[in-house]
């Protein structure tokens, strides 16, 4: 949903649920939008997605309760800022993604319930982060930045999905602003409010767009007057792109 958007308050207030597909809390304006996902100005605070309780049936199902992603094994650890998060380790089958099981990994959680603001996901060894939204269908691989500390890999999770760890070095870096380079998205993408953020919006596929900075894994573009985040991995750059 984007700024202007027609179905902006235009929801029917007696069917509206309490929080839209990927969680945000309904309406965030005078009423409900219409579809399935909330408008969210970009500079909506955290608070206040920490202050509302988690809705039964908002990831697809019943509230899980009480969070068990304490109980993961030492190698996995994954902190979430409310209760009714649920995890689970899983391996290539539960992946479900060939070309991702064919380059190997480390290890691999799904993390599933409510989030609230987000969660932190850390995996013992070094590589970089694949991840897999839960939102997505069909399924496809994306990235998020990934940081090294005390022996884990730890990326930032605002949906939920599959966390993978694949060897080798870090895939991120700091962001370099970008001059005369235009990106060219090959699927539907999420705009996000940072790398790995929140989602702020949906780009469609074959869009051209101008990349306004970049990492090694997203690329900072303006998308009709929003700017946000998408993935690089599938979106073909051209001209002076870094």
């Known amino acids: 949903m984007l700024a202007g958007s027609p179905a902006i308050d235009m929801g029917v207030s007696t069917v509206c649920p309490a929080r839209d597909q990927i969680g945000n809390p309904r309406p965030s304006g005078s009423g ?4 399935a996902f909330e408008y969210q100005h970009p500079l909506i605070k955290a608070s206040a997605l920490l202050s509302a309780a988690p809705v039964a049936g908002a990831d697809g199902g019943a509230a899980k309760n009480p969070d068990t992603c304490g109980s993961l094994p030492a190698h996995i650890q994954v902190q979430t800022t409310t209760a009714g998060a649920n995890c689970q380790v899983v391996g290539a089958a539960g992946i479900g993604i060939q070309s991702v099981i064919d380059v190997g990994f480390v290890a691999a959680v799904d993390v599933w319930g409510w989030l609230g603001a987000g969660a932190k996901v850390c995996i013992a060894g070094t590589g970089s982060i694949t991840f897999i939204d839960a939102a997505n269908a069909p399924k496809f691989p994306g990235s998020l930045p990934a940081s090294y500390a005390n022996g884990m890999t730890c990326a930032e999770l605002t949906t939920p999905g599959t966390v993978i760890l694949v060897p080798g070095p870090a ?12 990106v060219t998205t090959s699927h539907v993408l999420n705009l996000r409010l940072s790398p790995g953020g929140r989602i702020i919006g949906v780009v469609p596929a074959d869009a ?5 900075a970049r990492t090694d894994s997203w690329f900072k573009v303006d998308f009709i007057g929003v700017t946000g ?10 001209g002076s792109c870094g």
Do not use: E
């Open 171 to 182: 895939s991120d870096s700091p962001s370099m602003a970008l001059s005369g380079c235009m």
């Open 229 to 238: 985040w998408i993935s690089a991995d599938y979106a073909s750059p051209a």
């Open 208 to 212: 051209t767009l101008t990349a306004l």
């Open 32 to 35: 409900c939008d219409a579809g």
